[in-house]
């Protein structure tokens, strides 16, 4: 290390997750306000530099879970960091926040030399805020009439400008958003409506530090307690930063206008798992020798002596969760926001207590099978055709039982090693094969029953596996699903990155699908989820396939829920779908087939949903959802947010100080149930294996 001034040493960075983290040598340039790397000593020294972190604007993160991982945030980016151990971190971290602090400052006082040292109201963001909604809509209105020429004759030629006004619309709407969190954050308990004093640009930017990054450092002394990397630390100074070129800045030819890195995938690619545990620490399921840990098995042990009703927890009486109202949470909210940028991963933001779903992310997957006699049925039908259709049939019919609320809730995140089981009865369903079906992996099911298990195999990314299966019927089903969040504006992004695969013993088929994503709109106000992107079925067995696209609410339209559906024959047979099914997800959905027919296909409003059954909360191992979770689901049902938060966070400390032991030991989380193939999760014992 050199002085605070000009500081060098080596650090790793997260490059993506096929590279993982790679030394770089890091040169921090105080004077210019760059955190520069390169790839060695020697290459820093010939000038040639690997990339760069512009460290005004700034955000430096650290993760509690680790001592030695950290992240800055800027440019709309994250960069990840990793230092020999918790000491170098804290040098590094120290001389960043005061780089940062500085050249905030002179940025702020560069701007109050242009201003004359005038106060900002904050009625300038109410009219920047109206301004910028006018220009919205001045350009759907403008887009609106391109996209009607493009559609006539000769319209072509318009698509390109079309496609420039989306861009164009999109980053004036994430413009809103920013504007507004800007407006809450920058004075969150001031009542006159007054933003802080921009002060004058009358001190040197190179000479002694000014009182403004004095009084910055003492409040930061008085709050030394670091945060974690889901709540980046700032300083007062910081969260009134006002973006300004500073001309005193040395050598500003090399200061590029935004960090950059060397590989587009750097920061895109990094892994975050909300409540994680170190990246080193948690389920890493390939790559390194380790040993091996393999739960023990659980043995149903008994509940702490009650008066609760747990089961009750978890009883559908028919009323949907309370509603929830952002507006009357704006403080939490505001904070929330204030921590994310656009498009930034989110799996690492803690969010509220107060939003989360009454049950597992797990259970609500269960949900994809609410109808099971769709799903069983798809076994019994004759043809190629039919057999898809009904795959098709099921699938759409999938969606709509898990959300229990109009209003967009999160349902819990799985930890490691946690499994859910549950099933449906189904007395219709008679043997279809001469023998007997195998015993279900779930013992106490009869052969006729559809049995659903899922577990959490990867908390780092995070990866839920389940499988379903009916003996009777010789219909399986094996699916994972990997989630990755983002924050788009006004709206937060989860995208299920996966597949599932239906299998029928009879046949030898299988039909392979993807999921969509789904949305949670209007989050600054009352959230409302939506699906929305292009999804495919497919058979390679028979070649037949079909393609679903769930269609998102355009911004200026009103229907919502939309989704299209096309079949497809084999592509040697003809190139023109046999059946299309237009409607609503969640509602109404009619199939018009290539003979003129039109028939409903599915109308999810009038169709019962199948209740699940579930083992009592007392009889299930302790790894499994109802159980680990019930104190939270108490909380959240009563409306006790402190009892849930509390519940919530003893869960997650427990998960992390075992992740530290087996790191300490240098064993490796063993699943129970799946064991990943490739790309893929499979179950360890599947119905073909036991028939």
């Excluded at 990867?458 to 839920?464: A, N, Q, T």
């Amino acid at each position: 290390f050199t002085s605070t001034r000009e500081m060098e040493g080596a650090l790793s960075k997260w490059t993506n997750v096929m590279k993982g983290w790679q030394y770089r040598w890091f040169v921090l340039d105080d004077s210019a306000g760059l955190f520069s790397y390169y790839t060695s000593r020697e290459k820093m020294r010939r000038g040639v530099r690997r990339g760069c972190v512009r460290l005004r604007g700034a955000l430096v993160g650290i993760d509690d879970e680790d001592d030695s991982t950290f992240t800055i945030t800027v440019d709309n980016k994250t960069f990840h960091f990793q230092a020999k151990d918790s000491e170098e971190r804290e040098r590094w971290i120290r001389a960043l926040e005061d780089t940062v602090v500085r050249h905030n400052m002179i940025a702020r006082r560069g701007v109050g030399g242009r201003q004359g040292g005038g106060n900002v109201k904050m009625e300038d963001f109410e009219r920047k805020l109206a301004e910028t909604d006018c220009y919205l809509q001045l350009l759907i209105s403008q887009n609106t009439e391109l996209e009607q020429q493009v559609d006539k004759e000769g319209g072509e030629v318009y698509q390109p400008l079309v496609e420039r006004v989306n861009s164009m619309v999109e980053t004036v709407k994430h413009a809103i958003v920013l504007l507004q969190i800007a407006k809450n954050a920058s004075c969150p308990e001031e009542e006159d409506g007054q933003l802080a004093q921009v002060h004058d640009g009358s001190r040197n930017s190179e000479g002694v530090e000014g009182e403004g990054v004095e009084e910055a450092k003492e409040t930061r002394a008085a709050t030394s307690s670091r945060s974690s990397l889901s709540s980046p630390r700032r300083s007062p100074a910081m969260m009134r930063t006002v973006v300004a070129k500073s001309a005193s800045l040395k050598n500003p030819s090399t200061i590029p206008a935004v960090s950059y890195s060397s590989s587009d995938d750097d920061e895109d690619d990094f892994f975050d798992a909300q409540d994680d545990v170190a990246s080193k620490a948690g389920s890493d399921f390939g790559g390194a020798a380790h040993r091996t840990v393999t739960p023990t098995p659980s043995l149903v042990s008994p509940l702490t002596p009650s008066d609760v009703d747990w089961d009750a927890l978890y009883e559908e009486d028919g009323v949907e969760e309370g509603d929830l109202d952002m507006k009357n949470q704006g403080s939490v909210i505001t904070h929330l926001l204030s921590q994310v940028r656009i498009g930034m991963d989110l799996t690492k933001i803690v969010l509220p207590t107060f939003i989360l779903e009454r049950r597992s992310l797990l259970e609500m997957y269960a949900d994809f099978f609410a109808h099971p006699d769709i799903f069983t049925d798809i076994a019994i039908k004759q043809s190629q055709e039919e057999r898809m259709v009904q795959v098709l049939r099921w699938y759409l019919s999938s969606f709509s039982a898990s959300r229990k609320s109009t209003i967009a809730k999160k349902p819990y995140n799985p930890i490691i090693g946690e499994m859910f089981r549950c099933w449906w009865s189904l007395p219709s369903v008679t043997n279809t094969s001469p023998t007997t079906p195998p015993t279900p992996p779930i013992p106490w099911c009869g052969g006729t029953d559809l049995v659903f298990l899922a577990e959490q195999v990867s908390h780092h990314p995070p990866i839920s596996a389940f499988y379903v299966e009916c003996g009777a019927r010789q219909i399986s089903f094996t699916g994972h699903i990997y989630t990755k969040s983002a924050f788009l504006g006004m709206s937060v992004a989860v995208h299920n990155i996966g597949e599932g695969r239906v299998s029928l013993l009879g046949t030898g088929e299988d039909y392979v699908v993807t999921f969509p994503s789904a949305y949670g709109r209007s989050i600054l106000t009352t959230p409302w989820v939506e699906l929305g992107g292009k999804c495919d079925i497919s058979c390679p067995q028979t070649g037949y396939r079909a393609e679903v696209e769930f269609k998102c609410k355009q911004f200026w339209g009103t229907e919502q829920n939309k989704v299209v559906a096309e079949v497809f024959p084999p592509v040697g047979v003809s190139k023109k779908s046999l059946l299309k099914v237009e409607g609503e997800w969640n509602g109404k959905m009619v199939a018009k087939w290539t003979s003129g027919k039109t028939e409903t296909f599915l109308d999810m409003s009038s169709m019962p949903v199948f209740p699940k059954n579930v083992k009592s909360v007392a009889e299930q191992e302790k790894f499994e959802s109802r159980r680990l979770w019930r104190e939270v689901t108490q909380g959240l049902k009563f409306n006790n947010i402190e009892q849930a938060t509390n519940a919530k966070c003893g869960l997650e400390q427990k998960q992390r100080e075992e992740a530290k032991e087996r790191k300490e030991k240098g064993e490796k989380w063993d699943n129970k149930m799946f064991l990943p193939i490739g790309e893929n999760w499979h179950f360890k014992e599947p119905l073909g294996n036991r028939i």
